[in-house]
T-cell receptor, first 112, second 117 residues
Framework: KAGVTQTPRYLIKTRGQQVTLSCSPISGHRSVSWYQQTPGQGLQFLFEYFSETQRNKGNFPGRFSGRQFSNSRSEMNVSTLELGDSALYLC???????????FGSGTRLTVV | AQSVTQLDSQVPVFEEAPVELRCNYSSSVSVYLFWYVQYPNQGLQLLLKYLSGSTLVKGINGFEAEFNKSQTSFHLRKPSVHISDTAEYFCAVRGFAGGTSYGKLTFGQGTILTVHP
């Protein structure tokens, strides 16, 4: 069974640009979460979606947004990129809240 | 709200020795507890989880963890480690208030386990 697929794997953007990251969850999983991972801050929660509804949101500025489609695929968007947005962005999916998440390999975003 | 503290940022150990990675949590509601492992340049892989029932949980790769509610701990153990266990390990907690009301999955800062030959 296919795992969680994140595209692209690597991305280099310039300050001020915007970026969209994509996540395809495991078939049948309706819960998708996004995390930002940096050496200094560790794993920081961005948001969680379940059946197209945002269930939880982390403490990130409004430049960070996300959405989930009817097929459970999810996207996150970061507008007006800053150097500090450079990180590994991880997507994870689960059947529901009381299940462990399966993570994708992440998208490595570098802002220059 | 909940929080997770992993008490050791780095744990060096020799091959075939036992290891314990310590995790404490705080939460005002009931919790689910998880341990994940991350190898370099990869995502996180679920090692084991505690949802309810027996407080001793067995996971993949010979790892196990014990949930201690009174001490709010969920320490990870392995009786004999291998070189291939070298990785970063994350403890995570998710609060739930009943029904389908779940909080976010909160991670600790990670413990780097280095197994030496």
């Amino acid at each position: 069974k296919a795992g969680v697929t994140q595209t692209p794997r690597y991305l280099i953007k310039t300050r001020g640009q915007q970026v969209t990251l994509s996540c395809s969850p495991i078939s049948g999983h309706r819960s998708v979460s996004w995390y930002q991972q940096t050496p200094g801050q560790g794993l920081q929660f961005l948001f969680e979606y379940f059946s197209e509804t945002q269930r939880n949101k982390g403490n990130f500025p409004g430049r960070f947004s996300g959405r989930q489609f009817s097929n459970s695929r999810s996207e996150m968007n970061v507008s007006t990129l800053e150097l500090g947005d450079s990180a590994l962005y991880l997507c994870a999916s689960a059947l529901g809240g009381n299940y462990g998440y399966t993570f994708g390999s992440g998208t490595r975003l570098t802002v220059v | 709200a909940q929080s997770v503290t992993q008490l050791d940022s780095q744990v060096p150990v020799f091959e075939e020795a036992p290891v314990e990675l310590r995790c404490n949590y705080s939460s005002s509601v009931s919790v689910y507890l998880f341990w994940y492992v991350q190898y370099p340049n990869q995502g996180l892989q679920l090692l084991l989880k505690y949802l309810s029932g027996s407080t001793l949980v067995k996971g993949i790769n010979g790892f196990e963890a014990e949930f201690n509610k009174s001490q709010t701990s969920f320490h990870l153990r392995k009786p004999s480690v291998h070189i291939s266990d070298t990785a970063e390990y994350f403890c995570a907690v998710r609060g739930f208030a009943g029904g389908t009301s779940y909080g976010k999955l909160t991670f600790g800062q990670g413990t780097i386990l280095t197994v030496h030959p």
